[in-house]
């Protein structure tokens, strides 16, 4: 998984590895560069900025076409959406310029970024905080629509299949809900939104409310899903190819970009 959850709190993990990378970082500049207190602290708050700035925008580009359809996405900095290379690219850019008239310590400084980013990706690849769940297919279990039908979700294999655990209660499932929507008018793909724990009235009531309208939205008021996806909170997202194996995963909040990209595989 790509999160962990600390009581209602989820967190994302690559920005928990972020900060470890940041933290180590931090740490080796005060014991090898040699910078004032005030100058480090320049040095530092500037590069985590244009680090950030321009994996943002980095992103951004790349994915121009799913922002253009959604300007005000591109100022929603909690969503995922960061391009490690442009950051890198930007923040030693910003090494290079902020201490440009002291050489050895612009080749520590490189140095000591480089050797972060290399943290990040370790970490990231190691991934000790996370765990790899046992499911690798489109689970065999049979849940209830809002009609009261019986649908197996192993009988909806046949497309690539976007399994999405929500709740009403949930503030970014209900954000990402008109994305899964409008994905679900699409011929070559299948969206089941799957609620936990809720009743038929309340995710009948919240649907009806926002004018969502689902091919496959189902119940599970004992959470039999979660269970065993292994989510650690919601939203859940789980991507599956045609013959009913599992793509990809994701904890949190998906954006229009990440979804497209998804779809597009």
Known sequence: MNA???GPLLIALPRLYA??????????????????????????????????????????????????ADPLEILKLWQPGYSALWGLL?????????????????????????????????????????HQAGLDELP?????????????LHSLQGKPLVLNLWATWCPPCRREMPLLAEADKREDVRIVIVNQGETLLTAVRYLDGQGLDFNHALLDPEQRLMVVVESPGLPTSLLFDADGQLVKRHVGELTRAQLTAWLEE
């Open 19 to 68: 900060f470890i990378a940041a933290l180590a970082l931090l740490l080796a500049s005060m014991a090898l560069l040699r910078l004032g207190k005030s100058q480090r602290a320049g040095w530092f708050n500037g590069l985590v900025l244009t680090w950030l700035i321009g994996a943002r925008l980095g992103y951004v580009l790349t994915h121009f076409d799913s922002y253009l």
């Open 140 to 152: 065999d279990i049979a849940l209830e629509d809002l009609e009261g039908n019986q649908v197996n």
């Open 4 to 6: 962990i959850a600390l």
């Open 90 to 130: 930007a923040a030693a850019a910003f090494s290079a310029w902020k201490l440009r008239r002291q050489l050895t310590t612009l080749i520590k400084a490189e140095a000591l970024l480089m050797a972060s980013v290399a943290l990040w990706l370790g970490l990231m690849a190691w991934n000790p905080l996370g």
